[in-house]
C-alpha cells in the first residue's frame, strides 16, 4: 500500500507540475532568430522571458492585435528577426505571434500579471487606444540616439504626438482610404469609371462628356450605385419594378470600414466629443448614417447585414458589388493566393466629395513600445532596426504603404507584381492628402465601449429598415456622454 | 487486570502495547490510499475552480482592470452599487428571461414528446430513428450554429427558398424581433439528443404492470401518459428542467457566433452572459466582470434552491429520495 501511496503522490505532483509549467499558448508561436517558422517553434515561459539568453539582452516583440497574424506575414516577419539576430550580439529579438481573435486578450493578461512584452506591432490607432497610457515616449530616445527622423514628413511624425506633448509611435505604415470599383459591373451597366484624380480642392468630376457628367460627390455614387443594383429579374434599383429583397448586385459598400465612425468621418473628419465632455456626434456623421441607411433600406443599392452574410462577409470580392469604400490595406484580401479568386477586375477611383470637402479616412500602423520595459534602449534598437532596415520587407508582407516616401516605388512594384492588370496605386498617394483630421480613431475615454455604443447603432443601421435615427442618435449620444463620464481621468 | 508496561527496547517490537498508536483499520488504510488518488482532482479544485473564485470574489470588491496603469484599489460594494443601477444589466436580464420563457419549455418537452414517440414498441425502425435523433448532439455545436445560419438566412437559406416555393414569403429570422428567439429556440433543438436518451431510459424503466393495470382499468393513452408515465418520469423531466435552466444562464455561444456578441437585432439576442464577456474580455474591467459572474452565480443557486423546494410538490419519486 505504501508503494502505491507513493506512486499517487509522484503521480500528483507531476500533473500539477505539468499543469503550473510555461505558458503555451496553442495561439502563441514564439521564433527565436535561431528556430524560424510555425515548423521548430521555441516557446519561451513567463519567467525565462525576461531573462537574457547568455550574454545577449532578450527583448520581446508581440504581434497580433494588428496585422501580422497571417503565414506569409509571419515568414517574413520571422525572417526579420533572424536578420536582426544575426546583425549583432547584444540583443536577442524574440518574437510573439498571437492570433488575431485572441491577441488583445493575450495582450492584456501579459500586463496585469507583469509579464509585458517589450515592443507590440504593427497596430493601428484602433488597437493602440485599447491601451492607451502604456506606452514609452520616444523622443527621449530619439534625442539621446540621434536617431535620423528626417527619413519622414514632420507632420506625420507629429500625427502620433499625443495631447500631452508625448510621442508614443514613429511613423511605419499609412493605408489611405479610396474607392475600389469593379471594372466589369460598370461595363456591363454601360457607366463611365469613377475619376482616377483629384479636381482643385480635390473635387472631381464623373462621367466628363457624357449623359451622367457631374461632381464626383455622395450623390453621385447614389445616383450611379442605383443603377448599378440589380435584383433577380435584371431590374436595377431605378426601376420601379426592383425587388429590394432579392438583390444580386449592389452599387456600393463600405468595405469593412462601415463602423459608424469610420463611414461617418468620410463624409468629414470629427471629434464625438465636446469640450466639456460630453458626447457630440459631429452632423456630417450624422448625415452619412441617415445616406448610408437610405442606400440600404430606401434605394437598396448597398447590402443589408444578412446580404453581407450572404456574400460570405468579403462584398467587393465576391464580385457582386460595384464600388467599395475601403483602405489601402484591403489589397490582402481582392484575391486569394490560389487565384481561384483572380484579382484582375478592379482599379482605383478618388473618394467622392461631400458638400465640397474630401475626406479620406488614413490608418496608420507603427510599433510601440511598452513603458513597462526594463530594456528600454535595447528596446528602441530593435524598434529602429524595423522602422527602417526591415520596413520594406514588412511594408510588403503588410500590404502597408510605406511613411518613408524613398520606399514607396518598390512597395507599388511589389503589388504590380499580385495585381498585373495595371492598378493605378497613384490614387492611393493622392489620397493621402486628404487624411481625416482629427483621425476617426482619435482616443476617447473608454475607447472599447465607445466602439461597442457605436456598434450596436451600426447593427441596427444594417438590419432595421425601420431604425429612427433621428431618435437614435440622442440616445447614443447619452451613453456614450454616460461612457466618457465613467472613465474620464 | 493492569496491562504492565513495556520498555526499553520490547516496546517499539510489541505491536499490543496499549500506550502506541492504535493501528489503523483496513478501512481507514484503504480511505487514506483513496484520498491519494483523488488527490490530482483536489488539487486541479483547488487551483482552478476554489482559489480562482475567491480570487474573483475579491476583485468584485476592487477597480481592477487588465490594462490600467493604475494600481488596483478597493472600492468596497461600488461595483454591486452599480450592477444595480446599470440598465445594460437590467436590458440583458430582461431579454435572458424573455427567452427562458420560451426555450426553457421547448428543452423539457420537446426531447419527453421525442422520447416518447421513440419508446413505442410498434414503430418501425424505432433505433434508427434514435440513433438519428442522437446524432446531432455529437457534432460541434458551433458548427451546426454557423451552418443554422446560412440555413436560417432570409437571402440565401433554404428554410426561406422552400417557404417561396408555396407562397409565403419567409422571414428575416435572425434580424427580426418577431422571430429571433423562436429560431434560436429552433437551433437548440439540434441539441436534444443527450435528454431525448436520458427520457427514453427513464420510460422504459417504468413497470409494464402498471400499465397493465391502467389498462385493465380502462385508461385511455392519454389517462396512462397523465397518471402512470409522467408522475414516474417525474425526476428526470426536473433533473433536466435543472440542466436547461444552467444552460440558459450561459447561454453565450449561439448569439456570440450569429452576431458576434453585437445583440442584434436591436439588443434582443444581447444575453447577460454575453454582457458579462464584454465587460471581462473587450472593456477589461475584470472587477466589474467579477461582480457580473457572482451576481449570476448567486441566482443561479437561488432559482435553482427553489426549484429543490418546489419539487416536493410535484416531483414523484417512487422508492423515496436517496
Given amino acids: ?118 515592443i507590440i506591432g504593427p497596430v493601428g490607432r484602433d ?16 534625442e539621446s540616439t540621434g536617431f535620423d527622423t528626417s527619413i519622414w514628413p514632420e507632420e506625420t511624425i507629429e500625427n502620433f504626438r499625443e495631447p500631452d506633448g508625448t510621442l508614443p509611435g514613429l511613423p511605419f505604415a499609412s493605408f489611405p482610404s479610396f474607392i475600389f470599383f469593379n471594372k466589369a459591373l460598370f461595363d456591363e451597366a454601360g457607366l463611365p469609371y469613377p475619376p482616377q484624380e483629384y479636381g482643385p480642392d480635390g473635387i472631381s468630376v464623373y462621367g466628363e462628356g457624357t449623359e451622367y457628367e457631374g461632381t464626383w460627390d455622395f450623390n453621385k455614387v447614389a445616383e450611379i450605385g442605383a443603377i448599378l443594383a440589380v435584383d433577380a429579374n435584371g431590374n436595377d434599383a431605378t426601376s420601379p419594378d426592383f425587388n429590394g429583397n432579392n438583390t444580386t448586385q449592389w452599387g456600393f459598400v463600405w468595405q469593412w470600414t462601415d463602423r459608424l465612425f469610420q463611414q461617418g468621418s468620410f463624409w468629414g473628419a470629427g471629434y464625438p466629443m465636446a469640450d466639456d465632455g460630453t458626447a457630440d456626434v459631429p452632423q456630417t456623421w450624422e448625415d452619412e448614417w441617415k445616406w448610408y441607411h437610405d442606400a440600404v433600406w430606401g434605394t437598396g443599392f ?6 453581407l ?48 470637402v474630401v475626406t479620406t479616412n488614413m490608418h496608420a500602423d507603427t510599433f510601440r513600445i511598452l513603458a513597462s520595459t526594463k530594456h528600454p534602449d535595447e528596446a528602441f534598437a530593435v524598434l529602429s532596426y524595423l522602422l527602417t532596415d526591415a520596413a520594406l520587407p514588412l511594408l510588403t508582407a503588410y500590404g502597408a504603404a510605406p511613411a518613408d516616401s524613398t520606399l514607396t516605388e518598390d512597395f507599388f512594384a511589389s503589388l504590380d507584381e499580385r495585381y498585373p492588370q495595371g492598378v493605378n496605386w497613384q490614387v492611393a498617394l493622392d489620397s493621402a492628402a486628404y487624411a481625416d483630421v482629427p483621425s476617426h480613431e482619435q482616443f476617447l475615454p473608454g475607447w472599447e ?10 447593427s441596427g443601421l444594417l438590419t432595421d429598415p425601420g431604425l429612427d435615427l433621428d431618435a437614435a442618435i440622442p440616445e447614443l449620444e447619452a451613453n456614450l456622454t454616460a461612457i466618457f463620464e465613467e472613465n474620464a481621468e | 487486570m493492569a496491562v504492565p508496561a513495556i520498555t526499553g527496547k520490547g516496546a517499539a517490537k510489541h505491536p499490543a502495547a496499549p500506550f502506541l498508536p492504535a493501528k489503523k483499520t483496513l478501512a481507514q ?56 443601477s446599470d440598465p445594460e444589466v437590467r436590458a440583458s436580464v430582461l431579454v435572458t428571461a424573455r427567452f427562458g420563457v420560451i426555450a426553457l419549455p421547448v ?46 438566412n432570409s437571402q440565401i437559406g433554404w428554410v426561406n427558398k422552400i417557404l417561396e416555393l408555396v407562397g409565403i414569403d419567409g422571414p428575416r429570422w435572425f434580424l427580426d424581433k418577431t422571430y429571433v428567439y423562436p429560431a434560436l429556440v429552433f437551433i437548440g433543438l439540434w441539441g436534444v439528443g443527450n435528454a431525448m436518451i436520458i427520457f427514453i431510459a427513464s420510460m422504459n424503466s417504468v413497470p409494464s404492470t402498471l400499465y397493465d393495470a391502467a389498462k385493465i382499468d380502462g385508461a385511455s393513452e392519454w389517462q396512462s401518459f397523465r397518471h402512470v408515465t409522467l408522475p414516474l418520469i417525474s425526476p428526470i423531466i426536473f433533473y433536466n428542467l435543472v440542466i436547461a435552466l444552467i444552460g440558459l444562464f450561459n447561454y453565450f455561444v449561439v448569439p456570440f457566433v450569429l452576431y458576434n456578441g453585437s445583440g442584434d437585432p436591436g439588443g434582443a439576442t444581447n ?25 449570476l452565480f448567486v441566482a443561479a443557486i437561488a432559482i435553482t434552491g427553489l426549484l429543490f423546494w418546489s419539487a416536493k410538490y410535484w416531483v414523484h419519486y417512487e422508492y423515496g429520495r436517496s
Avoid at chain 1, 464600388?323 to 467622392?352: E, K
Fill in chain 1, 127 to 142: 488597437g493602440s487606444n485599447a491601451f492607451s497610457g502604456l506606452y514609452l515616449d520616444l523622443e527621449p530616445l530619439v
Fill in chain 2, 107 to 152: 428543452a423539457v418537452l420537446f426531447p419527453m414528446g421525442l422520447a416518447y414517440l421513440l419508446v413505442k414498441k410498434n414503430l418501425k425502425g424505432r433505433e434508427t430513428f434514435r440513433a438519428l435523433f442522437f446524432m446531432p448532439s455529437i457534432i460541434p455545436f458551433v458548427a451546426a450554429v454557423l451552418i443554422f445560419g446560412g440555413v436560417m
Fill in chain 1, 309 to 356: 452574410d450572404a456574400l460570405g462577409g468579403n462584398a467587393f470580392q465576391s464580385g457582386a458589388v460595384a464600388m467599395a469604400g475601403t483602405h489601402l490595406w484591403y489589397t490582402c484580401c481582392v484575391r486569394d493566393d490560389a487565384n481561384n479568386i483572380p484579382g484582375d477586375f478592379f482599379d482605383l477611383a478618388v473618394m467622392p466629395s461631400n458638400n465640397g
Fill in chain 1, 302 to 307: 448597398a447590402p443589408g447585414q444578412e446580404e
Fill in chain 1, 449 to 458: 465601449q465607445y466602439k461597442e455604443a457605436m456598434d450596436t447603432l451600426q
Fill in chain 2, 271 to 295: 444575453f447577460y452572459a454575453l454582457y458579462f464577456f464584454r465587460v471581462g474580455f473587450q472593456f477589461f474591467n475584470m472587477g466589474y466582470a467579477a461582480t457580473l459572474a457572482w451576481a
Fill in chain 2, 29 to 84: 488504510r484503504r480511505g487514506r490510499a483513496g484520498l491519494w488518488f483523488v488527490m490530482p482532482w483536489i488539487v486541479g479544485f483547488l487551483l482552478w475552480y476554489a482559489i480562482p473564485m475567491m480570487a474573483s470574489l475579491w476583485f468584485s470588491f476592487t477597480d481592477f482592470n487588465l490594462v490600467s496603469n493604475e494600481p488596483t484599489e478597493f472600492i468596497g460594494l461600488d461595483n454591486w452599487a452599480k450592477l444595480f
Fill in chain 1, 1 to 118: 500500500m505504501k508503494r502505491w501511496n507513493s506512486v499517487a503522490v509522484v503521480v500528483a505532483l507531476m500533473m500539477v507540475i505539468a499543469a503550473c509549467g510555461g505558458e503555451t499558448g496553442s495561439e502563441t508561436t514564439t521564433t527565436t532568430g535561431d528556430t524560424v517558422g510555425t515548423e521548430a517553434p521555441t516557446t519561451t515561459s513567463g519567467d525565462t522571458a525576461e531573462e537574457p539568453s547568455g550574454d545577449r539582452t532578450q527583448i520581446r516583440w508581440f504581434v497580433g492585435i494588428g496585422a501580422g497574424g497571417q503565414p506569409e506575414q509571419a515568414e517574413a516577419q520571422n525572417a526579420v528577426v533572424e536578420e536582426f539576430n544575426a546583425s549583432q550580439d547584444e540583443i536577442e529579438l524574440v518574437i510573439e505571434i498571437v492570433d488575431n481573435d485572441v491577441a488583445y486578450e493575450t495582450l492584456a493578461t501579459q500586463i496585469a500579471s507583469n509579464n509585458p512584452p517589450d
